[in-house]
C-alpha cells in the first residue's frame, strides 16, 4: 500500500505546467499539497466525471500536458470513459487512478471485487496506450518521471490508503474556470 | 465475424431451459429461434440497463440458469455493471455481448474504439473468472455447449454482424412482440413467483 499524500507529492514533484484534474479525497490531498493552484481544476462533487472533463481539456489543450486525479468508485461510475479516451488517443493524458478500494467520502463502504478488480487490464483493453499499477510507493516515485515522458493516454493506478490530510483553503470550481480560462487564453 | 441468427442457433440446441434475455437490435433474432418463448424476456428501450435488470434477475434466482445476450453499445452506457456483476459472482449468471461495433439502431454509427476495445479484457479486469472471445461461428458453435456447463458469471465476446436501421424510429415498422405485462405474467408463471 502507498501513502496517498506521498503519492500526490510525488505526482506534484513533476507536475511542471500540466493542468490538473482532480475529484473527491484525491483533490483534498491535491489541493494540500498544490502550489500552482491557477492551472488546477477541482471537480468538487462532480463524482465520476473526472475523466471526461480531463479529455475534454486535453483535445481543448493539445499543447498542455493534463493530470487527472481519479478516485476507484468514481471512475467505475464512468467507465465507459475509459473508451472514449482510447478512441481520441489523447497524447497529453494522463489519468491517474487513487486506488483505495472503498466510497471513502461516504465512510468507506468497500468498492464491488475490490480485490479482483484491475483498472490497467481494464484500461488496456479499452485500448490506453499503456497501463501502468503500483502498490510500492519507491517503485512508482522511481517510475513517474519516465510515464510522464511517454506519449498518453496512460493510465496509472496507484493502491493507496489515506491518511491525515493537511487543510487546505478550498476554491470554487467557477473561480477555478475562471482563473484558469484567462490563463488558457494569454499566449503561451 | 458471424450472424445473429446463426449465432443464436448453435445457442439454442444447448439452451436447457434457461432464462434467455437478448438486447439490441440484433437480439430481435432470438425471437425467430427460440422454442420456448415463456422463458425468454426482452426489455426494449431499456439501453444500458439491461446488464442490471438480468443481474438482479440471477441473484433472485440462484437455481435457474440465466443467459444474458448483450450489445457492446448497450454496456458501455452501463460498464461499471461489470464490477458489481464480479463482485458477487453469480454462477448461474452467462453473459453474452454481441459486438458489432456499432449502434445499429441509431443508423450505424461507429462505438469509440471499436475495432481495437476488447471486452474480454475489460471483463477480467474487472474480475470475471472466465471469459471467451469468438470471431467466427464454427469456432463458437463447437464450444458454447461448454461454456454453458461451467459455473458463472462467464462473459463470452462475439463479433456480430451488424444489421443497421436507418429508418427514423417513428417510421419502423413494428415486430409483433409481446407485451411488457405478458412477458412477466409469464416469467413469474415458469419461475414459481407468487405476485
Known amino acids: ?188 | 465475424m458471424f450472424k445473429a441468427k446463426d449465432m443464436f442457433e448453435a445457442f439454442q440446441k444447448y439452451r436447457g431451459d434457461a432464462i434467455v434475455i437478448p438486447t439490441g437490435t440484433a437480439g430481435r433474432n432470438w425471437g425467430e429461434v427460440s422454442t420456448n418463448q415463456k422463458r425468454d424476456a426482452t426489455l426494449g428501450g431499456a439501453m444500458g440497463q439491461t446488464a442490471s435488470v438480468v443481474f438482479g434477475l440471477a441473484m433472485a434466482q440462484p437455481d435457474v440458469k440465466i443467459v444474458f445476450f448483450d450489445s457492446e453499445g448497450s454496456l458501455l452506457m452501463n460498464l461499471g455493471i461489470l464490477e458489481t456483476i464480479a463482485g458477487k459472482q453469480p454462477k448461474n449468471f452467462y453473459h453474452f455481448l454481441m459486438d458489432n461495433e456499432c449502434y445499429a439502431t441509431t443508423g450505424g454509427q461507429p462505438v469509440p474504439n471499436a475495432e481495437n476495445i476488447s471486452y474480454a479484457g475489460m471483463a477480467r479486469g474487472a474480475g470475471y473468472v472466465a471469459t471467451y472471445e469468438y470471431e467466427d461461428l464454427e469456432d463458437f458453435s463447437s464450444n458454447v455447449e461448454g461454456i454453458l456447463s461451467r459455473p458463472g458469471p462467464v462473459f463470452i465476446a462475439m463479433k456480430i454482424t451488424p444489421e443497421i436501421e436507418n429508418e427514423p424510429i417513428g417510421r419502423r415498422s413494428r415486430t409483433a412482440a409481446r407485451p411488457r405485462a405478458q412477458i412477466i405474467k409469464d416469467l413469474r408463471g415458469e419461475l414459481g413467483v407468487a405476485v
Open chain 1, 1 to 188: 500500500m502507498i501513502p496517498s499524500l506521498e503519492a500526490i507529492r510525488a505526482i506534484h514533484r513533476h507536475r511542471q505546467q500540466s493542468l490538473v484534474v482532480a475529484t473527491m479525497t484525491g483533490l483534498e490531498e491535491w489541493d494540500s499539497v498544490s502550489v500552482d493552484r491557477s492551472l488546477d481544476l477541482p471537480l468538487i462533487g462532480c463524482m465520476g466525471k473526472a475523466s471526461s472533463v480531463g479529455l475534454g481539456l486535453a483535445l481543448a489543450q493539445p499543447e498542455r500536458r493534463v493530470m487527472v486525479i481519479d478516485g476507484d468508485g468514481s471512475l467505475l461510475m464512468n467507465l465507459g470513459s475509459l473508451a472514449t479516451i482510447a478512441n481520441k488517443e489523447p497524447k497529453n493524458y494522463f489519468h491517474f487512478v487513487m486506488q483505495d478500494g472503498g466510497y471513502t467520502t461516504s465512510d468507506s463502504q468497500p468498492l464491488p471485487a475490490a480485490d479482483k478488480l484491475s483498472f490497467s487490464l481494464m484500461a488496456k483493453a479499452a485500448g490506453y496506450r499503456a497501463a501502468y499499477e503500483f502498490d510500492d510507493l519507491e517503485e512508482f516515485v522511481t517510475q513517474v518521471e519516465d510515464i510522464l515522458q511517454q506519449e498518453g493516454p496512460v493510465l496509472i493506478s496507484l493502491k493507496v490508503e489515506h491518511g491525515e490530510i493537511p487543510p487546505s483553503v478550498p476554491r470554487t470550481l467557477q473561480d477555478a474556470v475562471e482563473e484558469l480560462r484567462v490563463i488558457l487564453s494569454r499566449p503561451s
